[in-house]
C-alpha cells in the first residue's frame, strides 16, 4: 500500500511557473513507476508526465513537452512536476499516481493502482 500526497497547486499568471511536489509513503518508492495526470471541468483526466523507477526514463504528453519535467528523488520518497511557461490551458485538478512496477511505464490512469488526493493549479490570462 502506497500513500501519496501532492503539494505546490496554487494560482499563478500566464507564464509563470509552478513545482509541484508528491510526497510517498513507505520504503519500497524506487518500485514503483510514478506518473502525474490532470483532469480539468467537465474533461476526463489525462496523462501529464511518468517517470521510471529508477529515474532514467520519463516520457510527457505532447501538450507539456518542453514546457514541464518531471523527476523523483527516491532518498526523499518523493516525485515533482517542474511546471514552466504555463497557460490557462493547464487550469486543472493535479494528481500524482504510483505504479507498481512494470516493464512498461503506464500512459493510461488505469495503469496505475495507488492515487494522491490531488492539487488545484489555476492559470490566470
Known amino acids: 500500500q502506497v500513500q501519496l500526497v501532492e503539494s505546490g497547486g496554487g494560482l499563478v499568471q500566464a507564464g509563470g511557473s509552478l513545482r509541484l511536489s508528491c510526497a510517498a509513503s513507505?520504503?519500497?518508492?524506487?518500485?514503483?513507476?510514478m506518473g502525474w495526470f490532470r483532469q480539468a471541468p467537465g474533461k476526463e483526466r489525462e496523462f501529464v508526465a511518468a517517470i521510471s523507477g529508477s529515474g532514467g526514463r520519463t516520457y510527457s504528453a505532447d501538450s507539456v513537452k518542453g514546457r514541464f519535467t518531471i523527476s523523483r528523488d527516491n532518498a526523499k520518497n518523493t516525485v515533482y512536476l517542474q511546471m514552466n511557461s504555463l497557460k490557462p490551458e493547464d487550469t486543472a485538478v493535479y494528481y500524482c499516481?504510483?505504479?507498481?512496477?512494470?516493464?512498461?511505464?503506464?500512459?493510461?490512469?488505469?495503469?496505475?493502482?495507488?492515487w494522491g488526493q490531488g492539487t488545484q493549479v489555476t492559470v490566470s490570462s
Open positions: 499516481a504510483a505504479q507498481k512496477l512494470s516493464l512498461r511505464v503506464g500512459l493510461r490512469s488505469y495503469d496505475y493502482d495507488y
Open positions: 513507505g520504503r519500497t518508492f524506487s518500485s514503483y513507476i
